[in-house]
């Protein structure tokens, strides 16, 4: 059996899943019995909130009943997401990083992050904290998360959003499944939220947010997972994608052949490096309002709708430069062609 490893609060755990107890890409997986409709799951938008009036108007409850989030719940989320989108992220701090994150904003007994790697057939999992029955219990889990929705790494489930025990099962009913007995039991915990993050090729990846005893998961925990859940794909897809770019830092002419203003291509340069607003303003002599304005320009002109997207598109801006034609005018056209 494994140990964990040394050196973080990131302890993981590799194991093999039995080829049949595997979902694919498609989501196709074994018959599984629920003990709720379909129907009654959350569906809450994916977009990210720019503003409180947003937060307001777009949060719905299962009976389509509109979800306030009050005055400190917004600025919970605020000050949450601005200390997520300064961290400089990379495929190995990424996960240390979003437990932080989803720790701010949903309480919790342990986090866990974990990808379904469905060509090696194998799960990569890991939790912010050492726990002593954790790789006993996800050995267990490996061997039946295949059978059950709730568990089996699927992201189509509730059309990719965030969904919780209680919407496949009553409390009762949940304590008699086999993910509950060689799992959750084990590690002290008996009520689980999933949230899905998209990963690399032929990867599926999941955040486990984990809980003991208590209230379910409520309305606005939801809604902070919807809303958080944009910003933690945008991370992790910059965080791979840092891994693969042979250019690591932006590059601000680079920026301007892009569209970009000289002013705008050095804030996006600054950020993509994750400094803070306001550290961009104190190195570049200028504003905190100024920086505010540049962000939202970068971010029509680029299309990008947050931080992390903005930083990843300007690597892969410096990126295709790099390798760019000096040659200015060389003759190019795009003709229509037939073959009859």
Not at 19 to 26: E, K, M, S
Not at 274 to 299: P, W
Not at 311 to 328: C, G, Q
Request: charged content about 25%.
């Amino acid at each position: 059996m494994n140990t964990p490893t040394s050196g973080g609060s990131h302890f993981r755990h590799r194991f093999s899943c039995a080829p049949d107890q595997v979902i694919t890409r498609r989501g196709k997986s074994s018959p599984t019995r629920f003990a709720r409709p379909k129907s009654t799951l959350t569906r809450f938008p994916l977009a990210l909130p720019r503003s409180r009036d947003f937060l307001n108007k777009t949060l719905f409850s299962r009976d389509n009943r509109c979800v306030f989030l009050n005055e400190q719940q917004i600025l919970q989320f605020q000050s949450a997401s601005n200390r997520f989108s300064q961290m400089n992220l990379g495929k190995a701090n990424y996960a240390e990083h979003a437990y932080r994150f989803l720790s701010d904003l949903v309480p919790n007994e342990f986090i866990a992050f974990g990808t379904l790697h469905l060509r090696k057939q194998t799960l990569d999992i890991g939790a912010n904290q050492y726990l002593p029955r954790f790789n006993e219990a996800m050995t267990g889990l490996g061997q039946v998360m295949g059978r059950f929705k709730l568990f089996n790494w699927d992201p189509s489930v509730n059309r990719g959003r965030p969904f919780q025990r209680s919407d496949f099962y009553s409390e009762r009913d949940f304590r008699q499944t086999a993910p509950y007995c060689l799992t959750l039991k084990p590690l002290g915990v008996d009520n689980h939220c999933a949230v899905y993050v998209p990963a690399g090729n032929d990867e599926i990846s999941f955040f486990g947010i984990e809980r003991k005893g208590g209230p379910d998961f409520n309305e606005s925990d939801r809604a902070f997972l919807c809303f958080a859940q944009t910003l933690l794909g945008s991370a992790r897809r910059l965080a791979l994608e840092r891994d693969k770019l042979i250019s690591r830092k932006a590059n601000p002419a680079a920026l301007v052949r892009a569209g970009l203003t000289y002013r705008e291509a050095d804030v996006l340069t600054l950020l993509a490096d994750g400094l803070s607003n306001q550290e961009t303003a104190s190195s570049l002599t200028i504003s905190l309002e100024t920086v505010k304005e540049h962000i939202r320009n970068i971010f029509a002109k680029t299309g990008q709708r947050n931080r992390f997207a903005a930083s990843l598109w300007a690597l892969k801006v410096t990126e295709r430069d790099r390798t760019r034609s000096t040659i200015l005018h060389l003759p190019r056209v795009v003709v229509p062609v037939r073959f009859s």
